[in-house]
């Protein structure tokens, strides 16, 4: 009974609390005023005290009613992923990659920017910001992807990426993308197969991927300086191939088997086609099952090298000794082995007396009652043949050049049981597959030996390992730092064909640190978007004159300062000392002749160049051959009388890309200026600052549709080159390289849109002496340089080359705010043929091969004989 007041109490305080929140009683921290008059009150209550009540009654009725799960955090970010990894997030510099994230927004649907934090560019007062719109709906799963450069990898390997509203003070999330850096020299090699990756992932121990003489028993560094990783996907329904077609540049090959290609989307198979004419080598997978029937009626099949004629073969080891015959196993050193290094010229006697090289062929042993399946194909034509071995009526494979790159069809399924067991197929893999030059086996100083700077070129780079090229990015020398002290750095430049990579000895240091900071060695690359190379320096030259801003000489500015000096020092002193009798007086002249003289040469230095804006714009309009579409470079400046920022954007081209390009003349401590890459939803160069009475300048790329193909047709007896490009071509010239030694060269002069004109030399008009029609930049100086650029390469040999310009730029951006005036000039470049794929017997690719044996089934046409065809076609004698 002691207990019942305690409880009655208990009640009637509960009761009074209740009472004074549905009475709106003061919330926590209010004072109540005890002489108030009472305010009127409907009867209602107010938001906060039915939050109140609830909170007192249902502590769970908050969370119930607005439906917030406030276990879960706001934002969730699952993953991050770099096309074409699955895994690992392997990218490198200065190329641009596409990034994608899996994100949710767990409380509301989200409307704001997916942006990275500022990327510095290198040798640039400038810094990027990677942006996307993002909209996100609540508790849906979305993927998000924009396309990014680095010109670094940063030391934390990693990128920040947010989430941030319009005018938002600060973000709503911030996420840490993984980065792992992919060497210059290293490739990507993409596996689309519905089948085991077991027998795949073996390739990556083949001496085809990897240095041949390079002691496999150091793991970190064997890893740095491999040649190639293979990706296998995860999902194979659904493969992570880029959309984007220029984020395919560290992709060199792709291995296609039994893969629907419906899988693809119609951006990737887009893309696909665009990196094959660009050079990208496709390896289609043959052998047993319905390895080519999947392409009938898909976007592949018009670009086949042949038709499955359904008359396939059983072979057995008898059969198979050609083959075997043809690909001998390939020397490897033995782990922690130091060979003896050779003499320098490498001859057939120095293999043998060094073991180096190859072994004796290896049999090909199928398991009994399973021989090995070849598929027949029936070459269409243009294509080639490589045949199974020497004297075999079987065929290996048969393929075609697609533009600059190649499609190649096995017969056979490398992933047979009896081919995995055979040791040749590493030869067979690396000469035929990755169609990769052989290395001179040429290992380096043993302890204690001084080393030859003969063998400083440690490994094969990126043109050696790719067929893949942009003319804006890779033609011409590129710029780099200056090598290291330290002895065996592998020396910038690409080597020479066959330069070998050795196992570095414990006398000598080899220097893994690149220009940009990452491991690797220091070798050139392909498709790298760097302002140092040949295009991008003479298109700035050219923007520069063309703008007519000229920078002061140095004899001016020395007399400028000359003259100040004496206003400022004798002459003021001697007119307040004599004249003015007052000496105190000089030192209020001396600001008076500063001013004076900053308006005095602000004003000799000024030139009214007539508006208020301008841009001049030099573009180069790269075609392979009958292709309908183009690569569309864009190198432009512009120009303001004030200081302000412009926004250009590409609303008609989702695959445009641009960043701010490198003038030169960039000072040390120069304040950063920020603009914004938007890829989505229109891509736009955002917030690009243009300095008063000074020159800023852009690059972009994208790729473009034309309304037709630039193709060499029969007319009759006659040979035509029909434009049908729909640009007017003036000054054309068509160049055949067939002999690199002795190009021909024939003027065309003007075509017109639609128009055809005879290539008969004898036809030609006379060249004019110089370039004269066009306004703003002068294209004659990029002009010339397409007409005598050379690729030294087999895969480039017989290549016939138009080279012409069109009046103004190229359609497209658009410019916030409005230029006063836009000119500029189009140069046109037309990859019209490429020989053959050059065949895997050549010395190119087997050094042991008899010269005069430069190949056998699918040879190239030998220099001379091309030269001669090639004059054939022009209608010359």
């Given at each position: 009974m002691a207990k019942r007041p305690l409880r009655v109490v208990q009640h009637l305080f509960s009761a009074l609390v209740a009472w004074v929140l549905v009475c709106g009683g003061p919330a926590r921290g209010q004072t109540v005023d005890v002489g108030a008059e009472p305010a009127e009150s409907d009867g209602k209550l107010s938001t906060a005290d039915e939050a109140r009540l609830q909170l007192l009654s249902d502590p769970d009725a908050v969370k119930k009613g607005t439906g917030k799960d406030r276990s879960r955090p706001p934002f969730e970010i699952y993953r991050s992923q770099i096309a074409p990894n699955d895994v690992i997030p392997w990218l490198k510099p200065n190329q641009w990659c596409s990034l994608s994230l899996d994100l949710q927004a767990n409380?509301?649907?989200?409307?704001?920017?997916l942006q990275s934090l500022p990327v510095p560019l290198v040798g640039m007062p400038h810094e990027m910001i990677y942006a996307r719109e993002a909209r996100l709906v609540k508790a849906q799963r979305s993927r998000l992807g924009m396309p990014i450069l680095l010109p670094r990898i940063p030391k934390e390997k990693e990128l920040l990426v947010e989430l941030v509203r319009p005018?938002?003070?600060?973000?709503?999330?911030?996420?840490?993308?993984?980065?792992?850096?992919?060497p210059a020299h290293q490739m990507l090699v993409m596996v689309l197969t519905k089948e085991s990756n077991a027998a795949y992932a073996a390739w990556s121990k083949y001496s085809a991927m990897i240095p041949a003489t390079f002691d496999r028993g150091d793991g970190r560094i064997l890893d740095q300086m491999r040649y190639y990783r293979l990706l296998l996907p995860l999902e194979p329904d659904k493969p992570l191939?880029?959309?984007h077609p220029l984020t395919w540049t560290a992709i060199s090959h792709i291995f296609w088997e039994g893969m629907e290609p419906d899988v693809l989307s119609a951006s990737q198979q887009t893309a696909l086609l665009d990196w094959l004419h660009w050079g990208g080598q496709l390896i289609v997978i043959g052998g047993a099952g319905p390895t080519y029937s999947i392409f009938r009626e898909s976007f592949l099949e018009p670009y086949l090298p042949a038709d499955p004629t359904g008359e396939s073969r059983l072979l057995?080891?008898?059969?198979?000794?050609?083959?075997?015959?043809?690909?001998?196993?390939?020397?490897?050193?033995?782990?922690?082995?130091?060979?003896?290094?050779?003499?320098?010229s490498i001859t057939p006697e120095i293999y043998e007396r060094f073991g180096l090289g190859y072994t004796a062929p290896e049999p090909i042993k199928p398991a009994a009652g399973r021989p090995l399946y070849v598929a027949g194909l029936r070459p269409r034509e243009g294509a080639v043949t490589i045949p199974l071995g020497e004297g075999s009526p079987d065929l290996l494979a048969v393929e075609s050049r697609v533009g600059r790159g190649r499609i190649t069809m096995l017969t056979v399924n490398p992933t047979d049981p009896a081919l995995v067991a055979w040791g040749g197929m590493d030869t067979l893999v690396r000469r035929v597959v990755f169609r990769r030059p052989e290395e001179m086996m040429v290992p380096m100083a043993k302890s204690g030996e001084s080393f030859d700077p003969q063998y400083q070129d440690l490994a094969m780079g990126g043109p050696d390992l790719s067929w893949y090229r942009i003319a804006a990015r890779d033609v011409g020398p590129r710029v780099y730092r200056a090598p290291s002290e330290n002895r065996g750095l592998p020396r910038r430049g690409s080597p020479p064909v066959g330069a070998a990579l050795a196992r570095p000895s414990a006398s000598m240091s080899v220097d893994f640190a690149t220009t940009d900071g990452n491991e690797g060695p220091n070798l050139p690359g392909v498709a790298e978007w760097v302002d140092s190379t040949h295009v991008p320096l003479i298109c700035r030259t050219l923007l520069e004159r063309a703008s007519g801003i000229t920078v002061p000489s140095s004899q001016f500015v020395l007399k400028v300062l000359l003259a100040y000096v004496l206003a400022v020092a004798p002459l003021n002193w001697l007119l307040c000392r004599y004249v003015l009798r007052r000496r105190e007086v000089a030192w209020i002249i001396v600001p008076l002749l500063a001013f004076g003289f900053a308006v005095g040469v602000e004003r000799i230095a000024a030139y009214d160049m007539g508006y208020d804006s301008a841009c001049d714009e030099l573009d180069l309009l790269e075609i392979q051959g009958t292709f309908p579409r183009g690569h569309l470079s864009r190198f432009a400046s512009i120009y303001t009388t004030g200081r302000g920022q412009y926004t250009i954007k590409f609303p008609n081209n989702p695959t445009a890309l641009a960043l701010p390009l490198d003038i030169g003349r960039s000072i040390a401590g120069e304040d950063l200026t920020t603009s914004v890459w938007r890829s989505y939803p229109v891509p736009a160069l955002e917030e690009f600052t243009v300095q008063p009475r000074s020159l800023s300048m852009f690059r972009s790329e994208e790729m473009v549709s034309l309304p037709g193909s630039i193709t060499v047709e029969a007319d009759g007896p006659r040979r035509v080159l029909r434009n049908d490009g729909g640009l007017e071509l003036r000054d054309a010239k068509l160049v055949d390289f067939s002999d690199p030694a002795e190009p021909l060269e024939t003027y065309l002069g003007t075509i017109a849109a639609g128009a055809t004109v005879d290539l008969d030399p004898a036809a030609a008009p006379p060249a004019p002496d110089h370039i004269a029609g066009f306004d703003g930049?002068?294209?004659?100086?990029?002009?010339?340089?397409?007409?005598?650029?050379?690729?030294?390469?087999?895969?480039?040999?017989?290549?016939?080359?138009?080279?012409?310009?069109?009046?103004?730029?190229?359609?497209?951006?658009?410019?916030?705010?409005v230029l006063d005036r836009h000119r500029g000039a189009t140069v046109v470049v037309v990859h019209l043929r490429y020989s053959p794929p050059p065949s895997p017997a050549s010395r190119h690719y087997?050094?042991?091969?008899?010269?005069?044996?430069?190949?056998?089934?699918?040879?190239p046409i030998p220099a001379k004989a091309a030269a001669r065809r090639g004059r054939e076609e022009m209608g010359a004698s």
């Open positions: 409380d509301d649907d989200y409307e704001g920017s005018n938002a003070i600060r973000a709503d999330q911030l996420y840490s993308v993984p980065l792992y850096p992919l191939l880029p959309s057995v080891e008898a059969d198979l000794k050609p083959l075997s015959d043809s690909y001998p196993p390939p020397f490897r050193l033995p782990t922690g082995e130091e060979p003896t290094r050779p003499a320098r930049p002068d294209p004659t100086e990029l002009l010339a340089k397409f007409l005598e650029y050379v690729e030294k390469r087999p895969e480039a040999v017989g290549e016939l080359r138009l080279v012409a310009w069109s009046p103004g730029p190229a359609p497209g951006p658009s410019f916030e705010p087997n050094s042991m091969a008899p010269k005069t044996a430069e190949a056998a089934g699918s040879s």
